[in-house]
């Protein structure tokens, strides 16, 4: 999986604003988007004199999925931490996170199914001879 075994950092929004306020080509300060989906965030940012463009992204993505958010969820799942008790801990620290739906999503359709498939690769049914 991307980025699994790669160090992870906490942010904070400010000082990532300070980072990527100005245009590196002509030194303007430059308009900044915002996107976050859970601990994903991209920002994108324009210069009006140079016509500067560019598009930065905190995690990878595989497909539509911020890697971030499942390796959050695979981490909680894995573990038996319980979303709800994971949920006051972001929100006490502020900390941006995935919801309910999400984490639920992710383990239906991704971790429940690749568990079921580790374990039959693991364990392969035993094959009846019939004489």
């Known amino acids: 999986m991307v980025g699994y075994k790669a160090p992870k950092?906490?942010?904070?929004?400010?000082?990532?604003?300070?980072l990527?306020?100005?245009?590196?080509?002509?030194?303007l300060s430059c308009a900044v988007t915002w996107r976050v989906i859970g601990t994903f965030v991209a920002v994108?940012?324009?210069?009006s004199r140079c016509t500067y463009s560019s598009k930065w992204c905190s995690q990878p993505m595989v497909k539509d999925i911020p890697v971030g958010?499942?390796?959050?969820s695979a981490a909680m799942y894995f573990s038996g931490a319980s979303f709800s008790k994971m949920q006051?801990?972001?929100?006490?620290?502020?900390?941006?996170?995935?919801?309910?739906?999400t984490f639920y999503r992710h383990v239906q359709q991704l971790l429940q199914p690749t568990i079921l498939f580790m374990w039959n690769v693991a364990n392969p049914p035993l094959m009846l001879r019939v004489f």
């Open 69 to 72: 958010n499942l390796h959050l």
């Open 88 to 101: 006051r801990v972001f929100a006490a620290f502020r900390l941006q996170f995935i919801s309910n739906s």
């Open 9 to 18: 950092f906490i942010v904070y929004k400010e000082c990532l604003s300070e």
């Open 20 to 27: 990527l306020k100005c245009c590196p080509v002509c030194g």
């Open 44 to 47: 994108t940012r324009h210069c």
